[in-house]
């Protein structure tokens, strides 16, 4: 059995709308320039662009301390056209926001993330060979906000956009206070960035990232009391028109299961030097298909159940044959729900994460932590094992 889909209307032509840039005299961009010149690009710590309405007003602004990390959660070094995947961004983001937290300052988030054209198929990158790198940046990009609730995840960690009038204000007032205007700080640890009196009274502390991405300042996470955000909190900050989706979702699917099904380029292959196939993740394939999934779930879905199925796959009905014994959906089911907000793939995998949340049961792809269910026993991390696939049942012959 399959829900019935809701009728397709015709595609409209999406856009990413490019922030106007605000005036600025030029006489603070001398001095900012100026302050900032010893430290590197000027790029590398100030972004301006238009006002956004995540500004935190109130008399006691200049009281407050601030953290920035940069104007872009993810440039793999010199290779800054391309960027990672959502959740490889959220990491670092996530690393960012426990500093700031540590330190109880109020974090400058960047105004927009990177769009992985790999994890995208649904946005409009820019397409013009004579285009700028701003337009460049601001096609292969999405509003923050247009991801996440601002205002929610300020009820943990106070956060401001880089393009709003109030880190406008927190750059001006920086350079006139001078020493205890901006500190430029690399290599330095958290703890002393909170107690070296050198940097706790400074009222911007620009914090210089790793230049492969932010996460790799927090990259040692063996020591889980130095965890201060779990995994789930930003998947729990989706924006609320977004979250306002999911539930209208949720409501039509009522009691319902979920599975995560993540094939696309995590399943690819590449020959040895004999000319044998080998992959990094030997079962995924396998375990991934219709027959296997069955034979899977059976024992933690029992049949007659609605299965809502979240998957990089794109060979149309491939999942069908799950349909003999669950009621399937897809997000292609809502579509007169999500083809009027949803941009790109980004807020579409925030909108599956959220019904995933409100499942009875949920399978991962893979176990991430001990109580996970998931589709497979292949390890998720890159253990650069390249081993020859498998495609039937252990012990069973091809």
């Known amino acids: 059995m399959a829900i019935s889909r809701f009728p397709r209307g015709k595609e409209k032509p999406r856009s990413l709308v490019i922030p106007l840039l605000f005036a600025i005299s030029a006489a603070a961009l001398a001095l900012l320039w100026v302050a900032f010149s010893s430290a590197g690009p000027a790029s590398l710590f100030f972004s301006i662009a238009s006002p956004r309405a995540a500004d935190a007003e109130g008399p006691t602004w200049l009281e407050r301390k601030y953290l920035y990390w940069g104007n872009r959660i993810d440039c793999p070094g010199k290779h800054c056209d391309s960027c990672a995947g959502l959740g490889h961004q959220e990491s670092s983001l996530r690393c960012a926001l426990e500093e700031a937290l540590f330190l109880h300052r109020v974090f400058v988030m960047p105004s927009r993330m990177c769009i992985n054209p790999i994890h995208n198929k649904k946005g409009i990158l820019y397409q013009r060979s004579n285009a700028s790198a701003d337009e460049m940046w601001a096609a292969?990009?999405?509003?923050?906000?247009?991801?996440?609730?601002?205002?929610?995840?300020?009820?943990?960690?106070?956060?401001?956009?880089?393009?709003?009038?109030?880190?406008?204000?927190?750059?001006?007032?920086?350079?006139?206070?001078?020493?205890?205007?901006?500190?430029?700080?690399?290599?330095?640890?958290?703890?002393?960035?909170?107690?070296?009196?050198?940097?706790?009274?400074?009222?911007?502390?620009?914090?210089?990232?790793?230049?492969?991405?932010?996460?790799?300042?927090?990259?040692?996470?063996?020591?889980?009391?130095?965890?201060?955000?779990?995994?789930?909190?930003?998947?729990?900050?989706?924006?609320?028109?977004?979250?306002?989706?999911?539930?209208?979702?949720?409501?039509?699917?009522?009691?319902?299961?979920?599975?995560?099904?993540?094939?696309?380029?995590?399943?690819?292959?590449?020959?040895?030097?004999?000319?044998?196939?080998?992959?990094?993740?030997?079962?995924?394939?396998?375990?991934?298909?219709?027959?296997?999934?069955?034979?899977?779930?059976?024992?933690?879905?029992?049949?007659?159940?609605?299965?809502?199925?979240a998957s990089n796959e794109r060979s149309p009905g491939f999942f069908s044959p799950l349909s003999a014994s669950y009621r399937l959906a897809y997000s292609s089911n809502f579509s007169d729900i999500l083809d009027p907000l949803v941009e790109n793939n980004y807020q579409l995998f925030m909108v599956e994460r959220l019904i995933w949340a409100g499942a009875r049961t949920f399978i991962k792809t893979y176990k991430e932590n001990e109580n996970d269910l998931s589709l497979t026993d292949d390890p998720k991390k890159n253990t650069k094992n390249w081993q020859i696939p498998v495609y039937t049942i252990d012990g069973e012959e091809s």
């Open 140 to 309: 292969s990009s999405c509003a923050m906000d247009s991801l996440y609730d601002l205002s929610l995840i300020s009820s943990k960690v106070t956060v401001i956009l880089d393009n709003s009038k109030m880190w406008s204000r927190v750059v001006s007032a920086g350079v006139k206070l001078g020493s205890k205007g901006v500190a430029h700080v690399e290599g330095v640890s958290r703890v002393d960035l909170k107690e070296n009196s050198r940097y706790f009274d400074v009222l911007l502390v620009n914090r210089t990232a790793s230049p492969l991405s932010w996460f790799m300042e927090c990259k040692d996470r063996t020591n889980r009391s130095s965890v201060l955000l779990p995994h789930s909190f930003l998947p729990m900050m989706a924006a609320r028109r977004l979250r306002d989706a999911t539930d209208k979702i949720k409501n039509i699917l009522g009691d319902y299961d979920a599975i995560h099904v993540r094939r696309g380029d995590i399943i690819k292959t590449r020959k040895d030097r004999f000319g044998v196939e080998r992959s990094l993740h030997p079962h995924l394939d396998r375990d991934t298909r219709p027959e296997f999934i069955q034979r899977r779930i059976a024992k933690w879905i029992p049949p007659g159940r609605t299965l809502y199925i």
